[in-house]
């Protein structure tokens, strides 16, 4: 009789078990899609559903292990198809594996190469994304932009025999004492795609091809020097673009972009700088407020905004910065006109959050309107992006030009 009961006990206990699962599963948020976006900052992990997710985190040693609790999940086959996107190259991850741990929990563990710093958080939907639990892997060192700038440089060439005074060419000498640093900002990256073209294209893609072209032509000019704030396809958020900017001690701060509007007939190339006392039209304040949203769509862990982050987006103190950068916008904006439709005659000013480093002159360039068909077809043609950015080089050396001469800095002797 008690054996009886023993096993009624355990049938009870495994109805009741099996009871739990089914409940889970009926309530359970189904993970729809997982991405994974390596760069040289950090690798980003990031896993949509169609209801949120609760979690829990934690690390192990020996080996390095990232482990992350998932609530009440259906994964599908998205988690399946997640370790098999992890290239050789990636910088932290070597495997990812799920599976289920306890009644109602998922376990997804990441093998590591080496120890990180984990930030895991979860964002609302946003644009074309539904709830997203992110898992951002950060080195134990944070990545320093100036370091990665010198391994960056070109080797020189050998010397060739030395020439007779005769047989030297003149060759132009550059006005400063010291390289001209421009930051060159590729809009959007990874999860935040930027604008959608009719035919497919996606802001991202051009505007780091343009911004690559760009730096390679300036790099090519005596006494210039260039540095990408991404080369590859990873979000960045908006004010980490301004540090990385300030970590090399750019003298110029250019981002690229290609534009976007409800109507599809809308044209042209702009230039923006930033606003002190709010936008110069509703087109230009309407822009501003769809490129800050970037943070937004692309992820950004409000709960870790540093104290620099706080300061730039309330700095009214900028006066002489903007100045200059309404300079540079003018001498850019010209030579655009060259090679494309103008969509304004004027430089535009808004409160757009990427230019807002208190000490570099920041332009924003809308390239083209990648929402109209003719316009999205010229900014996928390698051509045009070639003429897009020696019009832009050709703007930033008429405003060089213009300065008087500066002394040298530590960071340019360096270099």
């Not at 599963?25 to 169609?50: F, G, K």
């Not at 399946?80 to 997804?108: C, E, F, K, Q, W």
């Not at 979860?122 to 391994?151: C, F, N, S, W």
Request: hydrophobic fraction near 40%.
């Amino acid at each position: 009789m008690a054996a009886c009961r023993q096993a009624t006990g355990k049938l009870a206990g495994l109805l009741a078990t099996w009871l739990m699962w089914i409940s889970f599963s009926a309530a359970a948020a189904n993970i729809t899609a997982a991405r994974l976006w390596p760069s040289p900052d950090y690798t980003r992990v990031t896993l949509e559903s169609d209801a949120p997710v609760s979690f829990k985190y934690f690390t192990l040693a020996n080996p390095d292990r990232l482990v992350v609790d998932l609530q009440d999940i259906n994964p599908g086959t998205a988690l399946a198809g997640l370790s098999a996107s992890i290239g050789s190259d990636d910088p932290y991850i070597v495997g990812v594996r799920a599976a289920p741990n306890r009644p109602g929990v998922t376990r997804l563990v990441l093998d590591m190469k080496t120890a990180v710093r984990p930030s895991v958080f979860t964002l609302k939907p946003m644009g074309e994304y539904g709830h997203r639990l992110v898992i951002d892997l950060h080195g134990m060192a944070p990545a320093d932009p100036v370091q990665a700038l010198a391994q960056n440089k070109p080797v020189p060439e050998q010397p060739a025999p030395a020439a007779s005074q005769a047989d030297k060419p003149r060759t132009a000498m550059p006005r400063f004492s010291r390289l001209m640093m421009v930051a060159i900002d590729a809009g959007h990256g990874g999860e935040d795609p930027g604008a959608k073209g009719a035919n497919g294209s996606y802001e991202k893609h051009i505007t780091l091809s343009v911004a690559r072209r760009l730096k390679e032509k300036i790099d090519a000019e005596p006494g210039m020097r260039a540095y990408l704030t991404r080369d590859g396809d990873y979000f960045i958020p908006l004010h980490e673009r301004v540090n990385k900017a300030r970590a090399v001690k750019a003298d110029l701060f250019v981002s690229i972009h290609a534009d976007a509007f409800i109507r599809p007939e809308a044209r042209g190339s702009s230039v923006f700088a930033l606003s002190e006392n709010g936008a110069t039209s509703a087109a230009a304040r309407w822009l501003a407020k769809k490129e800050n949203e970037a943070d937004l769509i692309g992820g950004i862990n409000i709960d870790v905004k540093d104290q620099y982050l706080k300061r730039t987006l309330i700095d009214l103190s900028q006066t002489a910065t903007i100045s200059d950068s309404l300079k540079l916008a003018r001498h850019v904006l010209k030579e655009i006109g060259e090679i494309n439709t103008l969509h304004k005659d004027h430089v535009e000013q808004a409160g757009f959050a990427v230019l807002k480093a208190p000490d570099i002159p920041s332009i924003l360039v809308e390239t083209a309107f990648i929402s109209n068909p003719e316009e999205e077809q010229k900014l996928t043609d390698e051509a045009y992006q070639d003429k897009l950015a020696s019009a832009i080089l050709s703007g930033v050396k008429t405003y060089f030009d213009k300065l008087p001469k500066k002394t040298g800095t530590k960071l340019a002797r360096e270099m």
